[in-house]
């Protein structure tokens, strides 16, 4: 079993939609969760960061954690052609010596139709 | 531009050849992590590093794959005897050392390795 499940997609919506994403994972002690965006042949994008379970958000998205179901989500409101992406959750688990370990999703890619 | 830079952005080798990826951190950042992405693939871990200290290589192939962050200057992922497999995206990422961002790690815009 992968430690981070993600649907590859890919996720077709029309502009303005709500889009929902999500991964979900089986490493109890992932603490920090993080969703990237990708567009084609750049490096991902940090988006959102957040530690506790719960909501964040910041402008048109929406982060929500669930740890006692493993699983997070990324929320989109009114979906602009301009988000068609692959979008990445990653988490990260502090190790030894204040160092960190980061592992990410498959990605699920998006598409936003005008 | 004060982001994790990486040069060069595209590269052509033929096979046998050596291919030497460069990554600057951040400004201020002093952890580098490089991923590789293969086509329609996640990003899959290769090798963390401190200045001067390989933190992490669990990720990195056991042959023909080298990663160096000196005192001075870029981090070197370094592949010798390149076959086409080795045809993928190379991305570096780099993380602060302490403070609030500490847990977060930013991309650069990835080295495209091809092997003809």
């Known amino acids: 079993q992968k430690e981070v499940e993600q649907d590859p997609g890919p996720l077709s919506v029309p502009e303005g939609a709500i889009v929902s994403l999500n991964c979900t994972y089986s490493n109890s002690a992932f603490q920090y969760f993080m969703w990237y965006r990708q567009y084609s042949r750049k490096g991902p994008e940090l988006l959102m960061y957040t530690y506790s379970s719960g909501n964040k958000e910041d402008g048109r998205f929406t982060a929500q954690v669930d740890k006692s179901s493993k699983y997070i989500s990324l929320f989109i409101r009114d979906s602009q052609p301009s988000d068609s992406a692959t979008y990445l959750c990653?988490?990260?688990?502090?190790?030894?010596?204040?160092?960190?370990?980061?592992?990410f999703g498959t990605g699920t890619r998006l598409k936003v139709l005008a | 531009n004060a982001g994790v830079m990486q040069n060069p952005r595209h590269l052509v080798r033929r096979r046998g050849q050596e291919a030497r990826l460069r990554c600057s951190p951040m400004?201020?950042?002093?952890?580098v992590y490089w991923y590789r992405q293969l086509p329609e693939e996640g990003l899959k871990f290769m090798v963390y590093l401190q200045k001067e200290n390989i933190i992490d290589e669990s990720g990195m192939p056991k042959e023909r794959f080298s990663a160096e962050f000196p005192k001075e200057g870029p981090s070197i992922l370094r592949i010798q005897q390149v076959v086409r497999g080795d045809s993928a995206a190379y991305f570096c990422?780099?993380?602060?050392?302490?403070?609030?961002?500490?847990?977060?790690?930013?991309f650069g815009e990835g080295s495209w390795l091809t092997v003809v």
């Open positions: 400004k201020g950042h002093s952890h």
């Open positions: 990653a988490m990260s688990v502090e190790g030894t010596s204040g160092t960190y370990k980061y592992i």
């Open positions: 990422a780099s993380s602060v050392d302490r403070g609030a961002t500490r847990n977060t790690i930013y």
